[in-house]
């Protein structure tokens, strides 16, 4: 059975920085597309970075770009997700997701992961 487990939320100050981890279960990670999505209190989810299986082709979304940075180990069955810079209004439940490709539904979910950016 897929399972996607996220991992690395938590407090930090505007300007600091996590790495959100996605363990990936139950199959092979580097046969799928693994999303990261946001949901913010009162707000719809959205994306924000996605790696494509096999190349490893990379997506941003606009308010991330340059901030964030998708990475994958195929060999740990993990994806990350490196946060820099951070800002009140990255704070959300981050979600990872796995599909065969990218887009903005995809098939399987973590249940997330809280990251709070506070002063």
């Known amino acids: 059975q897929l399972q996607l487990v996220e991992s690395g939320g938590g407090l930090v100050q505007p300007g600091g920085s996590l790495r959100l981890s996605c363990a990936a279960s139950?199959?092979?990670?580097?046969?799928?597309?693994i999303g990261w999505f946001r949901q913010a209190p009162g707000k719809e989810r959205e994306g924000v970075s996605c790696?494509?299986?096999?190349?490893?082709?990379?997506w941003y979304a606009d308010f991330v770009k340059g901030r964030f940075t998708i990475s994958r180990d195929n060999a740990k069955n993990t994806v990350y997700l490196q946060m820099n810079s951070l800002n009140f209004e990255d704070t959300a439940v981050y979600y990872c997701?796995?599909?065969?490709?990218?887009?903005?539904?995809?098939?399987?979910w973590g249940k997330g992961t809280l990251v709070t950016v506070s002063s």
């Open positions: 139950g199959f092979t990670l580097d046969d799928y597309a």
């Open positions: 997701a796995a599909d065969y490709y990218c887009s903005l539904s995809m098939d399987s």
């Open positions: 790696i494509s299986s096999t190349e490893g082709n990379t």
